[in-house]
């Protein structure tokens, strides 16, 4: 049959060549021919043979690229699916019922998930699954963070050398004339290490009895185990990094060290001891301030006579003038109290003369009044953003458009103030007494208009009253240029009081209630200094261990700390 094939190949009236036997025609799809196995080929000439087998060997692996990009899909749509998946729940948790809604916290918790399925689903496409599916496929530039990281940080080199550096011509050994270089960040796992202090004795052999040693270097707990610098990272892995004692005591066992929870909460106390007069220091120098944020939060405390928890409350104080290029250093203060009367805010506030910025809370009231005890009456100015807020949940619950129009108001105002941020006092009052003054004069025309037209006891009635009961609050950032428009500098510093609440769950009694208050003043106020909390804390704790003089309290300030270099 193949004889006849090679004899009977002619050229067709198409003017293709094929087998007028069998159909055979060079260049055609193969998957179609049937009629010649292996033995026939023999019988081809060698051009014929030749085609055959080169369309037959790119058949095979177009069939096997077929497959792999099959496979490829398939599992890029199950990935695809998972993610829309999540999408789909995560704006559920963002935009659906209030009741169902994820806190901030819970939140982010689930976009760090989220990344990682994207991130998962990245490294998939980039390898094609199990194998890849395109081998000639030009590789994707790699994300390096090269030129990002800290120049501060220890470089560790390791030179990779060829496996032998001879020419393969026998010229010799070849000459250096570069090198690639790229850089990694590692991790070193929290080691300890015990330091052993040696203090030769020397004596003279002339003079009997005469010994001469160093004194032994000052410790903050005498006798104790910890170095300074350890007390320094229990107090910022609990009160920074929200890890409760007993978790760090288990961490801790990984390295073998048998720490209990009571011998680091032990450390923890006798620190709190010496860094309670920087703390009070802080405090005087927060009262001296013209204008502060204030604004509290609950701290579970446990009640041992009744074997329950009672809600006592961390009061926030806070100075931020950087809106308005102020010179001091920006500071917050926590203080315990275990209630939330306003007798407490009069009490932190002794002292304190000036404009200070709150929600609408009516315990801060009393600080109004002339008989207010502790300085002159305080004046008051609210935070626009609380207004907002109770606008934007009618809006988002009931789709008010009531609510909706005076969001878009107090819309018009912020972005005002995004616009005079840094400036000075004077720019933003000029700013505001030509741009914002109008929108407030106008808001108030509209919130008397609307609230003729509603229920007093409706809904937006409530909301519209919240507001006009602090009408001359919200204003007085129009008569004042280091006035911010809202608290939301001293909220921001509460958040992480609310991270350590959930991981702790409360505090032992109301004396741990106030160390919690020392601790997170400290490290708040480094952050809002961009000052790192550990080597604040390890230095002062050292320099209080040898003896800081009480008249230079100040150079322990949280915002006077420069690191010593190493």
Known sequence: MGGVCADRLRQSDSGKTRCMSCGYEPGYNLSMQTSHDDSDLDALPAAIKAAFLTERAARIEAEARAGQLEKHNSHLEEYAKRLEYLVVEFKHALYGKKSERLDPDQLALAFEDLETAIGEAESTGDSGGEESFSPDKPKRRAKRNLGHLPKELPRTERVIEPDSIQCSCGCGEMKRIGEDRSERLDIIPAQFRVIVTIRPKYACRSCEGKVIQASAPAHLIEGALPSEGLIAHVLVSKWAD??????????????????????????????????????????????????????????????????????????????????????????????????????????????????????????????????????????????????????????????????????????????????????SPQQRLAVRQARSAPIVKVFGIWLKQQRVRVSPKSRIGEKLAYIANHWDGLQLFLTDGRVEIDSNAVENTIRPIALNRKNALFAGHDEGGKNWGLFASLIETCKLNGINPFDYLKATLEALASGHPQSRIDELMPWAFKKKST
């Open 242 to 423: 929200h890890l409760p004692l007993y978790r760090q005591s288990q961490i801790y066992m990984r390295s073998g060290l048998d720490l209990h929870r009571s011998t680091l909460a032990n450390w923890a106390g006798k620190a709190a001891f010496h860094l309670r007069p920087i703390f009070n220091h802080m405090t005087e120098n927060l009262k001296s301030s013209s204008k502060l944020f204030m604004d509290e939060t609950t701290a579970p405390v446990l009640d041992p006579g009744r074997g329950k928890t009672k809600t006592g409350y961390l009061w926030a104080i806070a100075r931020d003038d950087r809106g308005w290029n102020g010179s001091d250093p920006p500071c917050v203060l926590f203080n315990y109290a275990p209630g939330r009367s306003g007798k407490h805010a009069e009490e932190f506030l002794n002292g304190f003369n000036g404009i200070l910025q709150v929600d609408g809370y009516a315990g801060y009231n009393r600080l109004t009044r002339n008989d207010r005890n502790g300085g002159d009456p305080v004046m008051l100015a609210y935070c626009w953003a609380h207004a907002r807020r109770k606008l934007h949940d009618l809006a988002e619950k009931s789709g008010s458009q009531i609510a909706i129009e005076g969001l878009k108001q107090i819309a018009a105002l912020y972005q005002i103030e995004a616009n005079i941020r840094g400036k």
